[in-house]
């Protein structure tokens, strides 16, 4: 793995860890990076699940068809997901799904107008492609997802997890706005 992907895996850790609720944890597509296993070294008294379309995982899902799973989560991560999926409304309910009442999702994406968009606006955006992302997501956008879906939002946050010794990233320091991620927290109210 190389060196900027490390950076910003931890640095994802450190934003995703720190919302961490209940002690059954379902970690959507897991199989990438190394968020997953410091998320499990920093939280042994939690049970981490994981949930992806291939690989080694607790559970294997085509996210843009979901099958259901009998087991509830206290918290569900998807992290870098719903840009590469065909309907996040479909992919939100599906999650408040698999979340037992209460339950939290700590979400973070790609920021739509972030630097890498506002550079080059066809960035990582290749429909046919689905390594490639789908849709591109602001902050106002996934609230109001999440707002209609009747969770609480608790938490939104621009976050400089994806640019790593980049000139530009500098420009998103200044302006909390153009950082290339967001991050939601959301508490179901069901």
Not at 3 to 21: G, H, P, T, V
Not at 23 to 29: H, P, S
Not at 76 to 88: D, F, K, T, V
Request: charged fraction near 30%; glycine fraction near 4%.
């Amino acid at each position: 793995m190389n060196e900027k992907r490390l950076k910003s895996d931890k640095l994802r850790f450190r934003y995703i860890n720190q919302y961490l609720k209940g002690k059954y944890i379902l970690d959507i597509g897991s199989s990438e990076g190394n968020v997953h296993k410091l998320l499990k070294e920093s939280n042994p008294d939690k049970k981490f699940f994981t949930l992806d379309t291939s690989g080694e995982s607790d559970y294997r899902v085509n996210l843009d068809n979901p099958k259901k799973i009998k087991k509830k989560f206290d918290t569900i991560i998807a992290g870098e997901i719903i840009e590469h999926l065909e309907s996040s409304i479909t992919f939100i309910r599906y999650c408040k799904s698999l979340l037992k009442k209460d339950g939290r999702i700590i979400l973070t994406t790609p920021n739509a107008i972030g630097l890498q968009y506002l550079r080059d606006p066809s960035w990582c955006v290749y429909y046919s492609d689905y390594r490639g992302h789908t849709q591109a997501f602001t902050i106002e956008m996934l609230k109001r997802i999440f707002k209609d879906e009747k969770f609480t939002i608790t938490k939104t946050q621009y976050i400089n997890a994806f640019w790593i010794n980049n000139p530009l990233e500098y420009l998103s320091f200044l302006i909390k706005r153009l950082r290339p991620d967001l991050l939601i927290v959301a508490d179901n109210n069901n």
